[in-house]
């Protein structure tokens, strides 16, 4: 600090411990002369600071470059110049009004020669005010562009520009919306050839009101990552259309229309990457389409334009916006896994939509059709067996096999889906129920995944030897509370056998036949009779675990006359054997209920 200084805040502080001056005083020629001697110190002080910073080399340059470009340029243009080549980053800032004033009064023309001037430009960033989102659009053209024209006019290759940010800045107040200017301004004249961004990799935080940058024809190869908010497809396709590095676009759209985004680039040339190699996101792929085929027809076209250009394993993520008629699951249909259309190499996404499926089934259903007649389904395939293997069917109380097919020939096996074996228990399914004579194979598979309290067990129009054979599927750990057998006609020699074969059964509670009554009905009771013998019984009650009652229900529309029949045929006492029988009414039924002996 110099002596006059020193002197001069010495005699300021003395004056501050006395007195304040009367007004009078103050108005006299000594204190203007005290004035004018201050000013005239801190000219001279000013004077011999730039003097030091002209002849320090580099020094200016140093401290320009750490000014905001809206300072900057109201030096001299000899200063400004000298220093815009040397500034990596511009912020055209709406929230202070003094640079909003120096953004929205500026001449387009003299921005192009500032931006000549930015050869090193490594970030632009555009923070507009809220609810106006053009805000000085065409200046933040403009440096871009001028960038590129000045770097083109140097000769100087490659690009420095690689990030292109938009920013929703504050809130400005009513009176200061009512006075911006540069609101919705009029955009540069395109330029021909459009401008090379040759380094820029990101370019975010655009807007559905940005949408115009994706007419400029920018050349962006190096483009990585565009984040956006409301563009359609095809302004997406035409903005990121010329890069060959892309590894995030952000969207929403329909499946086609993301196609349609990827099909504005090249196909990939033989030998070469292509430019979707690198591709790891995109943004939501919505599949709204009212039928499964034209669902499958955009996917088939998103898919064969992603891989045409190169795009084959470096996807790490996708989302997938889809549509369901309901969000209750009622059955989950296990035939599936042997359908023509099921993947091969099933994605994460196929697994994960299997298992929460499985995991809301109240049911679990095979549907033998003619598919299981003509191709093998004892050989499902490794992708097959990798998904039933993974599913849980925690709430699943149901389980069923039915046919959906034209009468086979009368000695077509029994398909036996053995995908059926790589399933988890069903811990809650305690009801099964077998429609069909094709249909015991699967039947017996189905047993032995139920819990091991089972409320029931019917089967319908099997041959009563298979029925009873699904009995050992469900194992000697199982207790049974009844099983219902529909033998359709009455006729009970096929059961004997099987019946003193049975082994590893459950504990049955109760077991049930059902048939309609044999015609003429006056001989019903004693067909009836010699059908259900004692040797039937016996062979049914010693090889049943905990067998308590067999009952055969007779259906006919008739009951009075099927009534007469039964006791006609019953007349030496309501026994057979030694198994003492009830006879129960129906309205359109009767039914003969056989105990234990002693029951």
Known sequence: MSDAATADDGRQANRGRT??????????????????????????????????????????????????????????????????????????????????RIWQRVPLDLVTKWAVRLTR?????????M??????????????EGHVAGRRAASMQGGTLRTIQLLEGYQLSRREMWSLQRGNPPLPSLLQPPPSLNALETV???????????????????LERRAQEGWGASHVGRFIGSSQSLRRVDGIFEGDEWAGVFERMPVAVAGQPGPLARLERIGTVVLSANSN??????????????????????????????????SRVGNFELSLFYSDDFPPNPSTLFKTIMRQLARRAKGVVYTITQHDLTHPVDSPSDA??????????????????????NPPPPHTPSPQPTIIEHLQPFP????????????????????????????????????????????????????????????????????????????????????????????????????????????????????????????????????????????????????????????ARGTSYVRLIVFASGG
């Open 384 to 405: 097959a067996v990798d998904v039933a293997s993974s599913l849980s069917f925690d709430r699943a109380k149901k389980v069923s096999v039915q046919a959906n097919i």
């Open 121 to 129: 430009l490594t970030a632009i960033v555009l923070r507009y005010p």
């Open 293 to 326: 085929a034209a669902r499958a027809a955009a996917v088939d076209r998103l898919r064969a334009a992603l891989w045409s250009r190169g795009c084959r394993r470096s996807l790490t993520e996708l989302t997938l916006q889809m549509g369901f008629r309901s």
């Open 428 to 583: 809650q399914a305690d009801t099964l129920r077998i429609h069909g004579r094709l249909n015991a194979s699967a039947g017996r598979l189905l047993a032995d995944k139920l819990a091991n309290q089972v409320a029931e067990v019917v089967t319908v129009r099997v041959p009563a030897a298979d029925a009873l054979g699904v009995l050992g599927g469900l194992g000697g750990g199982r207790v049974v509370r009844q099983v219902a057998i529909d033998l359709g006609e009455l006729g009970t020699d096929e059961i004997v056998v099987p019946a003193a074969g049975l082994t590893n059964l459950p504990r049955i509670d109760k077991l049930c036949f059902s048939c309609l009554a044999p015609v003429p009905v006056e001989d019903a009771g004693s067909r009836i009779r010699a059908a259900f013998t004692s040797a039937l019984l016996s062979a049914l009650f010693d090889h049943i675990p905990g067998l308590q009652s067999v009952a055969l229900s007779v259906a006919w529309s008739v009951p009075d006359d099927l009534v007469a029949s039964m006791r006609a045929a019953f007349t030496d006492g309501w026994t057979i054997g030694r198994f003492p029988v009830t006879m």
């Open 19 to 100: 007195a304040e001056p009367s007004s009078s005083a103050a108005g006299t020629p000594g204190a203007a002369s005290d004035e004018e001697r201050r000013r005239a110190q801190r000219e001279e002080r000013e004077r011999e600071l730039r003097q030091q910073i002209s002849d320090a080399p580099g020094l200016l340059t140093c401290i320009t470059a750490f000014l905001p470009l809206c300072l900057l340029v109201q030096l001299s243009g000899k200063t400004w110049k000298h220093s815009l080549p040397k500034h990596h980053t511009v912020t055209i800032d709406s929230s202070r009004a003094a640079e909003r």
């Open 204 to 222: 975010s935080g655009v807007t559905l009101a940005h949408s115009g940058l994706a007419n400029r024809g920018w050349l962006m190869p190096s």
């Open 131 to 144: 609810d106006a989102a053009l805000w000085c659009i065409d200046i933040f053209i403009a440096m871009i």
